[in-house]
């Protein structure tokens, strides 16, 4: 089984009626559903709100997949426990984060830069292409796939180049998107998806719902062993300098 947390800030909501409608019970609750009919995935959830936002040393200590979804209130997360996330990360715990999510304390630390990017929020069509056919990622998909109201989210995105780019994204207004990086810190598998905008009914949609699939094995843990304890080292010749 693969032990899936996600968490979600959950306040959008709670503070707004039209977002509620298509979530009432959260965001965290739609992922959950659909993971949950998966036979080799096990799901539980945590929200800011929670003490330590649900993320303690023991929930941690039980995640190989961390999903997060966060937007207005990145800062109100906890440094300690961003710290936390991130041991668990270089570790080896996968790591999925989700539209804005960009600008999560957690992601902006792994990736070491601003993570800003372009937006615009007006509900338009974007068409997701996969430009890395045959990626575990894609598996299951076209070469593209549509979502037909999503937030505008442009280039430059201002993350280091990924190690693999699985999707590209198209939107009416004419922008593109680096919409499905993968990274790997440490060795912890790192994987950003731009859909998801809490205003229309995106996690509803198969597609988008088999690509968070499909991440979730792939950002399990693969390395079997311990971490190396790394330390001062007796040379194995002898040097004669
Ligand atoms: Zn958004």
């Known amino acids: 089984m693969v032990r899936v947390t996600i968490w979600n800030e959950y306040l959008h909501e709670l503070e707004n009626e039209a977002v509620a409608k298509i979530y009432p019970e959260g965001i965290h609750a739609v992922i959950a559903d659909f993971l949950k009919k998966e036979g080799d995935i096990s799901v539980r959830t945590a929200t800011l709100n929670e003490p330590e936002h649900g993320l303690t040393e023991e929930v941690l200590a039980e995640t190989d997949v961390l999903i997060w ?3 207005k209130a990145h800062w109100q997360v906890s440094d300690s426990v961003v710290e936390r996330v991130y041991q668990r990360v270089l570790a ?5 984060v989700l539209h804005s999510g960009h600008h999560a ?6 990736m070491g830069t601003s993570c800003d990017l372009r ?3 007006v509900g338009e069509k974007a068409r997701v292409w996969v430009v890395e056919q045959g990626h575990p990622i894609a598996q ?5 796939f549509e979502i037909p109201r999503e937030e505008m989210y442009g280039e430059r995105f201002d993350v280091p180049a990924p190690d693999c780019l699985v999707f590209l994204s198209w939107f009416k207004g004419g922008e593109v998107f680096r919409s499905g990086c993968c990274y790997q810190r440490g060795r912890g598998r790192i994987f950003y998806f731009q859909p998801g905008h809490e205003t229309f009914p995106v996690y509803y949609q198969p597609e988008v719902q088999r690509v968070i699939v499909n991440a979730v094995r792939w950002a399990k843990p693969s390395f079997v062993d311990n971490r190396p304890v790394l330390m001062h080292s007796e040379p194995l010749e002898e040097l004669n300098n």
Not at 92 to 96: A, E, K, P
Not at 105 to 110: T, V
């Open 69 to 71: 979804w966060g937007h």
């Open 92 to 96: 080896g715990m996968g790591l999925i």
């Open 105 to 110: 304390k957690i992601f902006r630390k792994l």
């Open 119 to 121: 937006w615009r929020d």
């Open 140 to 144: 299951g998909l076209g070469d593209y």
